[in-house]
């Protein structure tokens, strides 16, 4: 069967809102049309607010769309490892702020009639599939830890499927996520709140505060930045770059599966390797269909992005055989140096949200009930244990100096390197190489009808060499994952401005000759 790339979710049709005519004064706008923006501005909306949403594309471009959207309120991090570092107070509250948002999701779904398949699933943690199964005693404390907590969980010897000792948690949740960004997205617009989109903020300033976007002007009294990596606004570079510091971007893979319907009941499985691989049970009609995904690594940093993908499929097929897989696709998750997302102000009337790790859908939907808050000036239970200025380094000192060396490393080792190619000739139709033309290092990609994209390959961040992603056909940056697309256009920050167009010589252009070594007649 054909592998196409795409999630199962892009046959939704998104609604379309025309980009603004002309700018106005908002109680808060609200920057990314992902699951974060969306719930931010549905609450703030809820609450009586004016709210104007720009987004840079339309509504659910970005990372929302490449979700496996399961809902659950077990975090990456260990329950063991919360409450050793943060104590157990705190640890309950992480878990609880899931259960919040999945509650939050399933409420908004039923009385907005938002047909998004929001389905409650039980979901397993289980021991390694990879690994040895020695991890029962680990397992029993967690399991323990958690009903202590007070959350419904219990040990099993043997998960489903996999056969190994796991965690059953019951009622944990799944949904089509651009199902719900649709209906929520209808929920928001109309009654003076607005969503715009193709509208980049191009200028943030703070006095008065205003967004810029080629000719707009748009003034609130309240900025949420829900960007996936936040942009600078209105916080001082130093901050910005310290703040992107305790950020580590990486590249999550999955693929989609037809497998026999009603051999598995449906539900969530995810093991306890680090990278995790993790698995969703979808009923169908004439099957079931599966979603597996894992084998993250650093943006950028792959040598090969086609290898996770045979990862994925060889280790589905040992689980499943009869598994046929017809998708695949890739997204980016923000991972932070303890674990915890980091949700609040930056700056003075300035909230974002971002660090979700594997719980994008659940925190994406509490961090937007919390950009609420500090707009409103209520209390919140999450605030404190979120803020982004927490100082001490809880995940480990040694950590947070082991994921930061990427920016002095790869940004003098790939100067140092030698370029991919000496001529856009050698850049094959639908790949991407950096070639050095007239000294400087430019990122030429070809697409599959032969045409070629040169942009410069030096990342406008911080000045890294990107490098290509031939499974998305996008240019990575390894220093702090930015992403774009082949012409330059940002697809992911820190970065907020396109690579720069290179103009090549007319010589440089040309296609490569190919001897013609087929025999005469
Ligand atoms: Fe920071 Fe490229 S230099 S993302």
Known sequence: M??????????????????????????????GGGITGLSAAFFLKQAGKKVCLLERTHIGSGDTACTTAHLTYVTDIRLAKLAKTFGE???????????????????????????????????????????????????????????????????VKSAPLVDRPGILFSNQAKFHPMAYLAGLAKAVHGGGCVISAET??????????????????????YLVIATHVPMMGITGLVSATLFQTKLYPYSTYA?????????????????????????????????????????????????????????????????????????????QVIETNDGLPLIGET???????????????????????MA???????????????????????????????ENIDYPY????????????????????????VVKIDGKRVACSRDAAGKLTSVSAVCTHMGCLVHWNSAESSWDCPCHGSRFKPDGSVIAGPAETPLEA????????????????????
Not at 109 to 124: G, L, S
Not at 200 to 221: F, Q, W, Y
């Open 255 to 331: 693929v989609g599966a037809n497998i026999p319907r009603g051999k598995l009941a449906e539900m969530s499985l995810w093991d306890t390797s680090d990278p995790y691989y993790y698995l969703r049970i979808d009923r169908g009609t004439k099957s079931d269909y599966a979603i597996f995904g894992g084998a993250d690594h650093k943006t950028g940093q792959a040598e090969d992005t086609n290898a996770p993908f045979d990862d994925l499929i060889h280790t589905l097929k040992q689980l499943l055989p009869e598994a046929e897989v017809d998708r695949r696709w890739s997204g």
């Open 200 to 221: 980049e903020a191009k200028e943030i300033e703070a006095h008065p505060l205003r967004v810029k976007s080629e000719g707009l002007e748009i003034d609130c009294d």
């Open 410 to 433: 790869y940004y003098l080792k790939d100067r140092l390197a030698p370029v991919e190619a000496d001529s856009t000739r050698d850049v094959k139709r639908g790949s991407g190489q």
């Open 89 to 155: 107070q705190q640890a309950r509250a992480f878990w609880q702020g899931g259960i919040a948002a999945i509650d939050a999701i399933e409420t908004i779904a039923r009385e907005h009639n938002i047909r998004c398949q929001f389905r409650r699933v039980p979901a397993f943690l289980h021991a390694q599939l990879h690994g040895n199964r020695g991890e029962t005693k680990q397992l029993e404390y967690e399991a323990n830890l958690a009903g202590k907590l007070g959350f419904d969980a219990r040990f």
């Open 372 to 402: 609420r808050d500090a707009v409103m000036k209520y209390e919140n239970p999450w605030q404190k244990l979120f803020a982004v200025n927490r100082k001490k380094l809880r995940g480990g000192a040694w950590d947070y100096l082991k």
């Open 502 to 521: 290179v103009k090549l010589p007319p010589a440089a252009k040309r296609p490569k000759r190919v001897p013609n070594t087929s025999p005469k007649r």
């Open 2 to 31: 054909a592998i196409t790339s795409g999630t199962p979710w892009e046959s939704q049709r998104m609604p379309h809102y025309p980009r603004l005519k002309k700018g106005g004064h908002f109680d808060v706008v609200v920057i």
């Open 347 to 369: 700056a003075e009337r300035q909230f974002v949200a971002t660090g979700f790790a594997g719980n994008g859908m659940t925190l994406g939907t509490l961090a937007g009930m």
